[in-house]
């Protein structure tokens, strides 16, 4: 194959892409984000420049200096942890630095080998990384599709095993992040992580 070639299934490719309305450009920020890393908009926020600002000045670490596990813990987590618990009603909280490794320690630890999850076809990188690395099978649904999901849990119910679901639009509904009893049609028995 030569390199011209080459180059032409890459272009087809992004001629795919496009035609499936998936083709991502750079384009400048305008309006409301609810797609990037800053979709609550804190980047800009006085408020907590001013609370950053203050932090330090107390002598607040900055940077992660290792794994929390090892040497990287600091009070301050544990004190925003302890204030989230509070705030949503529940026993604990735990923190990560983004929602990619969330998702990735979420889903490649907490099923086990004799668990489903049922994967949204468009689900995020992160979620289809972590399902990679972890030990439960995975089943992939036509995104958005209900009746998908309840196909192929249904499927694998037959061999007695708690699935899991997993949706991308966590960030715009406001959903807890598991909700034990949540079932496909009120019928099957699900964890469902949005």
Not at 61 to 87: C, K, M, T, Y
Not at 91 to 100: C, H, Q
């Amino acid at each position: 194959m030569t390199a011209k070639q080459d180059l032409a299934s890459y272009a087809t490719a992004l001629d795919e892409l496009a035609r499936k309305s998936r083709l991502r450009t750079l384009v400048p920020r305008r309006g409301i984000d609810f797609t990037s890393n800053d979709y609550l908009g804190l980047a800009g926020s006085t408020r907590l420049r001013a609370a950053v600002t203050a932090a330090i000045a107390r002598g607040t670490p900055v940077g992660a200096g290792g794994s929390r596990l090892l040497r990287g813990n600091a009070p301050e987590h544990e004190a925003l942890e302890a204030a989230a618990a509070q705030f949503f009603r529940c026993e604990r909280t735990l923190f990560f630095g983004s929602g990619y490794v969330a998702n990735y320690a979420v889903l490649s630890t907490l099923p086990q080998n004799d668990d489903l999850i049922v994967l949204d076809a468009l689900a995020h990188a992160s979620a289809n990384e972590g399902v990679r690395a972890g030990r439960a099978a995975v089943v992939k649904a036509a995104h958005n599709d209900v009746q998908a999901v309840d196909t192929e849990i249904r499927a694998w119910r037959l061999r007695s095993i708690e699935p899991w679901g997993y949706s991308i639009f966590a960030r715009a509904c406001g959903l807890p992040l598991l909700r034990p009893g949540i079932n496909s049609k009120g019928r099957l028995h699900v964890f469902a992580l949005i």
